[in-house]
């Protein structure tokens, strides 16, 4: 069972920046992959990126690419995703997510099985 906590969403705007963290309570944090997806009103879950275990490893969505950073501190059990040059289209429910497996990022939900209950982004000015 992990239970994960996310964190650092808020109002920002456009070209501002926010910092999410997402609190993993468990001791397997450090042995799965992990990512962050995000869900729009009236649109479908959508992935924004993700990490492998050991952080070596990470996958961007073309949408966040070169803006976003995700990393992880295993020592801390903590995720984080570092949102730059932000953008209203941005705006969603961020979720993070814990992957069925270590070193492949998968993009589909279905290959998550623990999930957080969200943190609201929202970019405007």
């Known amino acids: 069972q992990v239970q994960l906590v996310e964190s650092g969403g808020g109002l920002a705007q456009p070209g501002g920046s926010l910092r999410l963290s997402c609190a993993a309570d468990?001791?397997?944090?450090?042995?799965?992959?992990m990512g962050w997806f995000r869900q729009a009103p009236g649109k479908e879950r959508e992935f924004v990126a993700g990490?492998?275990?050991?952080?070596?490893?990470?996958r961007y969505a073309d949408s966040v690419k070169g803006r976003f950073t995700i990393s992880r501190d295993n020592a801390e059990n903590t995720l984080f995703l570092q949102m730059n040059s932000l953008k209203p289209e941005d705006t969603a429910l961020y979720y993070c997510?814990?992957?069925?497996?270590?070193?492949?990022?998968?993009?589909?939900?279905?290959?998550?099985?623990?999930w957080g209950q969200g943190t609201q982004v929202t970019v405007s000015s």
């Open positions: 997510a814990k992957s069925t497996n270590a070193l492949t990022i998968h993009t589909m939900t279905s290959q998550y099985d623990y």
């Open positions: 990490i492998s275990r050991t952080g070596v490893i990470t």
């Open positions: 468990g001791r397997t944090f450090s042995n799965y992959a």
